[in-house]
Protein backbone atom coordinates (compact mmCIF):
# COMPACT_ATOMS: atom_id res chain seq x y z
CA UNK A 1 0.00 0.00 0.00
CA UNK A 2 1.35 3.50 -0.90
CA UNK A 3 0.56 6.61 1.46
CA UNK A 4 1.76 9.60 -0.78
CA UNK A 5 2.57 13.16 0.66
CA UNK A 6 0.90 16.72 0.06
CA UNK A 7 -2.33 15.41 -1.75
CA UNK A 8 -4.74 18.10 -3.11
CA UNK A 9 -7.91 16.73 -2.67
CA UNK A 10 -10.04 19.52 -4.84
CA UNK A 11 -10.88 16.78 -7.44
CA UNK A 12 -12.05 14.60 -4.49
CA UNK A 13 -14.53 16.25 -3.31
CA UNK A 14 -17.89 17.55 -5.01
CA UNK A 15 -17.62 21.13 -4.08
CA UNK A 16 -14.30 21.21 -5.63
CA UNK A 17 -12.73 23.16 -2.42
CA UNK A 18 -9.04 23.17 -1.97
CA UNK A 19 -7.71 20.92 1.00
CA UNK A 20 -4.18 19.21 1.46
CA UNK A 21 -3.95 15.85 3.09
CA UNK A 22 -0.60 15.08 4.43
CA UNK A 23 -1.17 11.65 3.50
CA UNK A 24 -3.30 9.59 1.36
CA UNK A 25 -3.72 6.15 0.38
CA UNK A 26 -6.30 4.16 -1.37
CA UNK A 27 -7.58 0.81 -0.45
CA UNK A 28 -9.03 -1.51 -2.99
CA UNK A 29 -9.14 -4.72 -0.60
CA UNK A 30 -9.89 -5.32 3.32
CA UNK A 31 -6.44 -5.97 4.71
CA UNK A 32 -5.46 -2.98 3.22
CA UNK A 33 -7.39 -1.41 6.04
CA UNK A 34 -6.06 -2.81 8.87
CA UNK A 35 -2.83 -1.83 7.29
CA UNK A 36 -3.72 1.92 6.94
CA UNK A 37 -4.98 1.74 10.67
CA UNK A 38 -1.79 0.43 11.81
CA UNK A 39 0.43 2.93 9.98
CA UNK A 40 -1.99 5.73 11.45
CA UNK A 41 -1.62 4.40 15.29
CA UNK A 42 2.14 4.13 14.44
CA UNK A 43 2.66 7.62 13.00
CA UNK A 44 -0.11 8.96 15.78
CA UNK A 45 -2.38 10.75 13.20
CA UNK A 46 -6.32 10.79 12.52
CA UNK A 47 -7.80 9.03 9.84
CA UNK A 48 -10.33 10.36 7.47
CA UNK A 49 -12.45 7.35 4.94
CA UNK A 50 -13.03 8.97 2.13
CA UNK A 51 -15.79 7.68 -0.08
CA UNK A 52 -17.47 9.79 -3.42
CA UNK A 53 -16.70 13.32 -1.58
CA UNK A 54 -20.01 14.04 -2.59
CA UNK A 55 -21.31 14.94 1.29
CA UNK A 56 -18.49 16.70 2.78
CA UNK A 57 -17.22 20.09 3.40
CA UNK A 58 -13.17 20.63 3.47
CA UNK A 59 -12.63 23.77 5.63
CA UNK A 60 -9.38 23.21 6.17
CA UNK A 61 -6.61 21.04 5.79
CA UNK A 62 -6.37 17.71 7.27
CA UNK A 63 -2.89 16.54 8.91
CA UNK A 64 -3.65 13.00 8.87
CA UNK A 65 -4.21 9.97 6.55
CA UNK A 66 -7.16 10.17 4.02
CA UNK A 67 -7.71 6.77 3.18
CA UNK A 68 -9.91 6.78 0.15
CA UNK A 69 -12.00 3.23 -0.04
CA UNK A 70 -11.96 1.86 -3.71
CA UNK A 71 -13.15 -2.04 -2.36
CA UNK A 72 -15.24 -3.05 -5.79
CA UNK A 73 -17.01 -5.78 -6.73
CA UNK A 74 -20.89 -6.92 -6.82
CA UNK A 75 -21.99 -10.30 -5.40
CA UNK A 76 -24.55 -12.49 -5.92
CA UNK A 77 -25.15 -14.43 -2.69
CA UNK A 78 -28.47 -15.83 -2.62
CA UNK A 79 -31.46 -15.84 -5.22
CA UNK A 80 -34.80 -17.52 -5.00
CA UNK A 81 -38.05 -17.08 -6.87
CA UNK A 82 -38.78 -13.91 -5.07
CA UNK A 83 -35.65 -11.98 -4.18
CA UNK A 84 -32.11 -11.71 -4.13
CA UNK A 85 -29.03 -10.98 -2.21
CA UNK A 86 -26.06 -9.11 -3.18
CA UNK A 87 -22.49 -8.19 -1.12
CA UNK A 88 -21.27 -4.92 -2.64
CA UNK A 89 -18.01 -3.68 -2.46
CA UNK A 90 -17.74 -0.22 -0.24
CA UNK A 91 -15.77 1.55 -2.86
CA UNK A 92 -18.73 0.91 -5.86
CA UNK A 93 -20.30 3.83 -6.86
CA UNK A 94 -23.80 4.09 -5.61
CA UNK A 95 -25.28 5.07 -9.06
CA UNK A 96 -23.96 2.32 -11.35
CA UNK A 97 -25.13 -0.26 -8.41
CA UNK A 98 -28.60 1.18 -9.17
CA UNK A 99 -28.18 0.99 -13.03
CA UNK A 100 -26.84 -2.87 -12.51
CA UNK A 101 -29.74 -3.43 -10.39
CA UNK A 102 -32.12 -1.54 -12.26
CA UNK A 103 -30.98 -3.68 -15.48
CA UNK A 104 -31.33 -7.21 -13.54
CA UNK A 105 -34.73 -5.71 -12.18
CA UNK A 106 -33.87 -6.26 -9.14
CA UNK A 107 -36.36 -4.00 -6.94
CA UNK A 108 -35.52 -1.83 -4.08
CA UNK A 109 -32.98 1.20 -4.58
CA UNK A 110 -34.76 2.41 -8.00
CA UNK A 111 -36.01 5.54 -6.38
CA UNK A 112 -32.18 6.03 -4.90
CA UNK A 113 -31.11 6.73 -8.67
CA UNK A 114 -28.93 9.43 -9.27
CA UNK A 115 -27.91 9.95 -5.49
CA UNK A 116 -23.83 10.98 -5.57
CA UNK A 117 -21.29 8.79 -3.49
CA UNK A 118 -20.50 5.30 -2.60
CA UNK A 119 -22.34 2.29 -1.77
CA UNK A 120 -20.09 2.41 1.49
CA UNK A 121 -20.83 6.11 2.09
CA UNK A 122 -24.96 4.91 1.88
CA UNK A 123 -25.52 3.32 5.15
CA UNK A 124 -23.89 6.49 6.90
CA UNK A 125 -26.12 8.64 6.14
CA UNK A 126 -29.01 5.87 5.35
CA UNK A 127 -29.99 8.23 2.32
CA UNK A 128 -32.94 8.78 0.95
CA UNK A 129 -35.08 10.06 -1.33
CA UNK A 130 -38.36 10.07 -3.13
CA UNK A 131 -40.10 7.85 -0.06
CA UNK A 132 -37.07 5.51 -0.13
CA UNK A 133 -34.34 4.88 2.12
CA UNK A 134 -31.46 2.98 1.89
CA UNK A 135 -31.94 1.16 5.57
CA UNK A 136 -35.30 -0.60 3.43
CA UNK A 137 -33.02 -2.95 1.75
CA UNK A 138 -29.98 -2.97 3.75
CA UNK A 139 -29.30 -6.33 5.18
CA UNK A 140 -26.14 -6.25 6.72
CA UNK A 141 -22.63 -4.28 6.94
CA UNK A 142 -19.10 -6.00 7.33
CA UNK A 143 -16.97 -3.26 9.01
CA UNK A 144 -14.10 -2.84 10.66
CA UNK A 145 -14.51 -1.69 14.57
CA UNK A 146 -11.38 0.39 15.06
CA UNK A 147 -12.10 0.38 19.18
CA UNK A 148 -12.13 -3.85 19.34
CA UNK A 149 -10.09 -4.25 16.53
CA UNK A 150 -12.11 -6.94 14.79
CA UNK A 151 -14.39 -7.78 11.98
CA UNK A 152 -17.94 -7.22 12.48
CA UNK A 153 -20.65 -8.30 11.03
CA UNK A 154 -23.67 -5.29 11.98
CA UNK A 155 -27.40 -6.60 10.63
CA UNK A 156 -29.69 -3.92 10.02
CA UNK A 157 -31.30 -3.86 13.41
CA UNK A 158 -28.12 -3.09 15.28
CA UNK A 159 -27.25 0.15 12.99
CA UNK A 160 -29.40 2.58 14.60
CA UNK A 161 -30.65 3.66 10.70
CA UNK A 162 -33.48 7.19 10.99
CA UNK A 163 -33.94 9.67 9.01
CA UNK A 164 -29.94 10.89 7.74
CA UNK A 165 -28.35 8.73 10.57
CA UNK A 166 -27.19 5.48 12.02
CA UNK A 167 -24.76 3.98 14.35
CA UNK A 168 -21.82 5.07 12.02
CA UNK A 169 -22.37 8.44 11.96
CA UNK A 170 -23.21 8.31 15.65
CA UNK A 171 -20.24 6.79 16.53
CA UNK A 172 -17.90 8.68 13.95
CA UNK A 173 -14.81 7.00 12.85
CA UNK A 174 -15.77 4.19 14.63
CA UNK A 175 -16.53 1.46 12.10
CA UNK A 176 -14.98 1.32 8.28
CA UNK A 177 -17.26 -0.32 6.09
CA UNK A 178 -15.86 -3.01 3.65
CA UNK A 179 -18.95 -4.50 2.60
CA UNK A 180 -22.65 -4.08 2.17
CA UNK A 181 -25.02 -6.01 2.03
CA UNK A 182 -28.76 -6.15 0.33
CA UNK A 183 -31.63 -7.55 -0.05
CA UNK A 184 -33.73 -7.20 -3.03
CA UNK A 185 -37.20 -7.78 -4.84
CA UNK A 186 -37.96 -9.36 -7.79
CA UNK A 187 -41.45 -8.43 -7.49
CA UNK A 188 -41.09 -5.14 -5.47
CA UNK A 189 -43.93 -2.87 -4.49
CA UNK A 190 -42.86 0.03 -6.66
CA UNK A 191 -42.88 3.60 -4.72
CA UNK A 192 -44.45 5.97 -6.89
CA UNK A 193 -46.16 8.21 -3.65
CA UNK A 194 -44.16 11.60 -4.63
CA UNK A 195 -45.91 13.89 -6.91
CA UNK A 196 -43.31 14.50 -8.67
CA UNK A 197 -42.83 11.00 -9.82
CA UNK A 198 -46.69 10.41 -10.40
CA UNK A 199 -46.66 13.95 -12.75
CA UNK A 200 -43.55 12.39 -14.98
CA UNK A 201 -45.18 8.94 -15.00
CA UNK A 202 -48.49 10.38 -16.40
CA UNK A 203 -46.92 12.77 -18.47
CA UNK A 204 -45.07 9.66 -20.59
CA UNK A 205 -48.75 7.71 -20.01
CA UNK A 206 -47.12 4.93 -18.15
CA UNK A 207 -49.84 3.09 -16.36
CA UNK A 208 -48.49 -0.01 -15.35
CA UNK A 209 -44.83 1.33 -14.34
CA UNK A 210 -41.35 -1.07 -14.34
CA UNK A 211 -38.67 -0.41 -12.16
CA UNK A 212 -36.75 1.25 -15.04
CA UNK A 213 -39.62 3.78 -15.50
CA UNK A 214 -39.11 4.89 -11.67
CA UNK A 215 -35.38 4.72 -12.00
CA UNK A 216 -35.36 6.78 -14.99
CA UNK A 217 -38.30 9.47 -13.48
CA UNK A 218 -36.50 10.09 -10.73
CA UNK A 219 -33.48 10.80 -13.06
CA UNK A 220 -35.67 13.32 -14.66
CA UNK A 221 -37.00 14.79 -11.89
CA UNK A 222 -33.31 15.20 -10.09
CA UNK A 223 -31.56 16.26 -13.01
CA UNK A 224 -34.75 19.10 -13.50
CA UNK A 225 -34.25 20.23 -9.77
CA UNK A 226 -30.57 19.79 -8.65
CA UNK A 227 -27.51 20.79 -9.73
CA UNK A 228 -24.88 18.49 -11.40
CA UNK A 229 -22.17 18.29 -9.24
CA UNK A 230 -19.46 18.07 -12.38
CA UNK A 231 -20.71 21.06 -13.49
CA UNK A 232 -21.59 23.41 -10.33
CA UNK A 233 -19.55 22.37 -7.18
CA UNK A 234 -22.55 21.23 -4.17
CA UNK A 235 -22.99 18.07 -1.92
CA UNK A 236 -27.29 17.88 -2.63
CA UNK A 237 -28.88 18.76 0.50
CA UNK A 238 -26.86 20.80 2.34
CA UNK A 239 -29.43 20.69 5.56
CA UNK A 240 -31.37 18.22 7.26
CA UNK A 241 -35.60 18.57 7.18
CA UNK A 242 -35.79 19.67 11.12
CA UNK A 243 -38.02 17.96 13.24
CA UNK A 244 -40.63 19.76 15.59
CA UNK A 245 -42.68 19.24 18.11
CA UNK A 246 -46.89 19.57 16.80
CA UNK A 247 -46.66 22.79 19.60
CA UNK A 248 -43.98 24.54 17.71
CA UNK A 249 -45.91 23.39 14.34
CA UNK A 250 -48.38 25.05 15.41
CA UNK A 251 -47.62 27.87 16.08
CA UNK A 252 -45.44 28.56 13.21
CA UNK A 253 -48.17 27.04 10.84
CA UNK A 254 -50.36 30.19 12.63
CA UNK A 255 -47.77 32.60 11.85
CA UNK A 256 -47.05 31.28 8.33
CA UNK A 257 -50.54 29.10 6.71
CA UNK A 258 -48.85 28.26 3.82
CA UNK A 259 -45.71 26.34 5.47
CA UNK A 260 -44.76 22.59 4.23
CA UNK A 261 -44.20 20.38 6.51
CA UNK A 262 -45.38 16.48 7.13
CA UNK A 263 -46.54 14.44 10.18
CA UNK A 264 -44.02 11.43 10.87
CA UNK A 265 -46.07 10.77 14.26
CA UNK A 266 -48.75 11.88 16.41
CA UNK A 267 -46.51 14.39 18.08
CA UNK A 268 -44.07 15.32 15.46
CA UNK A 269 -43.93 17.27 12.68
CA UNK A 270 -41.00 17.11 9.83
CA UNK A 271 -40.47 20.48 8.18
CA UNK A 272 -39.34 21.46 4.32
CA UNK A 273 -36.04 23.02 5.44
CA UNK A 274 -36.52 24.70 1.65
CA UNK A 275 -39.19 26.24 2.29
CA UNK A 276 -37.76 28.03 5.28
CA UNK A 277 -34.83 28.77 3.52
CA UNK A 278 -36.62 30.34 0.93
CA UNK A 279 -39.24 32.06 2.91
CA UNK A 280 -35.85 33.78 4.86
CA UNK A 281 -34.97 35.10 1.19
CA UNK A 282 -32.42 32.90 0.55
CA UNK A 283 -33.23 30.97 -2.58
CA UNK A 284 -31.06 32.24 -5.86
CA UNK A 285 -29.10 34.90 -3.61
CA UNK A 286 -25.59 34.57 -4.20
CA UNK A 287 -22.73 36.25 -1.99
CA UNK A 288 -19.06 36.12 -3.49
CA UNK A 289 -18.82 32.73 -5.00
CA UNK A 290 -21.30 31.03 -3.06
CA UNK A 291 -25.22 30.87 -3.57
CA UNK A 292 -28.37 28.88 -2.50
CA UNK A 293 -29.62 27.21 -5.65
CA UNK A 294 -32.28 28.88 -7.28
CA UNK A 295 -34.04 25.82 -7.86
CA UNK A 296 -33.69 23.98 -4.50
CA UNK A 297 -32.76 25.78 -1.03
CA UNK A 298 -31.21 23.26 0.41
CA UNK A 299 -28.76 22.94 -1.64
CA UNK A 300 -25.41 25.70 -1.71
CA UNK A 301 -23.51 25.97 -4.62
CA UNK A 302 -19.57 26.86 -5.08
CA UNK A 303 -20.19 29.14 -8.67
CA UNK A 304 -16.62 29.92 -8.53
CA UNK A 305 -13.46 28.99 -6.80
CA UNK A 306 -14.84 29.23 -3.19
CA UNK A 307 -13.12 27.80 -0.27
CA UNK A 308 -14.47 25.67 2.09
CA UNK A 309 -15.16 28.40 4.99
CA UNK A 310 -16.64 30.52 2.67
CA UNK A 311 -19.10 27.80 1.84
CA UNK A 312 -19.06 27.66 5.78
CA UNK A 313 -19.86 30.72 6.67
CA UNK A 314 -22.65 31.03 4.35
CA UNK A 315 -23.90 28.08 5.32
CA UNK A 316 -24.30 29.94 9.11
CA UNK A 317 -25.64 32.85 7.30
CA UNK A 318 -28.54 31.08 6.76
CA UNK A 319 -28.81 28.75 9.89
CA UNK A 320 -29.02 32.31 11.75
CA UNK A 321 -31.15 33.77 9.60
CA UNK A 322 -34.27 31.36 9.64
CA UNK A 323 -33.38 30.91 13.26
CA UNK A 324 -33.96 34.56 13.26
CA UNK A 325 -37.75 34.59 11.45
CA UNK A 326 -38.99 31.05 12.55
CA UNK A 327 -36.94 29.99 16.10
CA UNK A 328 -35.55 26.53 14.22
CA UNK A 329 -32.18 25.78 14.28
CA UNK A 330 -31.14 23.81 10.97
CA UNK A 331 -28.60 21.58 11.37
CA UNK A 332 -26.20 20.50 8.46
CA UNK A 333 -26.43 17.29 6.54
CA UNK A 334 -23.14 17.60 5.04
CA UNK A 335 -19.92 16.56 7.21
CA UNK A 336 -17.85 19.15 8.19
CA UNK A 337 -13.70 18.53 8.15
N1 LIG B 1 -39.43 23.48 -0.89
C1 LIG B 1 -39.53 24.85 -1.03
N2 LIG B 1 -38.46 25.53 -1.51
C2 LIG B 1 -37.33 24.91 -1.91
C3 LIG B 1 -37.21 23.51 -1.75
C4 LIG B 1 -38.29 22.81 -1.25
O1 LIG B 1 -40.55 25.45 -0.71
O2 LIG B 1 -36.41 25.60 -2.35
C5 LIG B 1 -40.58 22.73 -0.37
C6 LIG B 1 -41.52 22.36 -1.49
O3 LIG B 1 -42.81 22.73 -1.13
C7 LIG B 1 -41.46 20.85 -1.55
C8 LIG B 1 -40.94 20.46 -0.18
O4 LIG B 1 -40.16 21.56 0.27
O5 LIG B 1 -42.70 20.30 -1.78
C9 LIG B 1 -40.06 19.21 -0.23
O6 LIG B 1 -39.08 19.39 -1.27
P1 LIG B 1 -38.44 18.14 -2.03
O7 LIG B 1 -39.48 17.16 -2.39
O8 LIG B 1 -37.55 18.68 -3.07
O9 LIG B 1 -37.63 17.44 -0.91
P2 LIG B 1 -36.65 18.02 0.18
O10 LIG B 1 -37.27 17.80 1.49
O11 LIG B 1 -36.27 19.40 -0.19
C10 LIG B 1 -35.46 15.70 0.47
C11 LIG B 1 -34.05 15.16 0.54
C12 LIG B 1 -33.42 15.11 -0.84
C13 LIG B 1 -34.30 14.20 -1.71
C14 LIG B 1 -35.72 14.78 -1.74
C15 LIG B 1 -36.69 13.93 -2.50
C16 LIG B 1 -33.31 15.88 2.73
C17 LIG B 1 -32.38 16.76 3.51
N3 LIG B 1 -33.26 16.02 1.41
O12 LIG B 1 -35.38 17.04 0.01
O13 LIG B 1 -32.16 14.51 -0.72
O14 LIG B 1 -33.78 14.11 -3.02
O15 LIG B 1 -36.22 14.89 -0.38
O16 LIG B 1 -37.11 12.86 -1.74
O17 LIG B 1 -34.01 15.09 3.32
C18 LIG B 1 -29.86 14.94 -0.48
O18 LIG B 1 -29.94 14.47 0.65
O19 LIG B 1 -28.75 15.36 -0.95
C19 LIG B 1 -31.05 15.09 -1.28
C20 LIG B 1 -31.06 15.72 -2.43
Redesign the pocket.
Known amino acids: MLIQENIQLSTLNSFGCKATASYFCTIKRKDEINEALSWCTHQEKPFLILGGGS?LLFTKDFDGLVIKMEIKGIQLLKETPSDVTISVGAGENWHLLVKYCVQKAWGGIENLSL?PGTVGAAPIQN?????VEAKDTIQQITAFDTYTKQWVTLKNDTCQFS??NSIFKREKNRYIISEVQFLLQKQPTLHTD?G?IREVLHQKQIKQASIEDISNAIIEI?RE??PDPAMLGN???F???PTVTLETFNLIKHDHPAL?AFPISDSEYKI????L??QAGW?GKKQGSVGCYE?????IVNYDHATGMEIYNFSEAIIQSVNNKFGIQLER?VNII
Open positions: NIIGAYGYRYARKLAGSFKNVAAGWIEKKQALVE
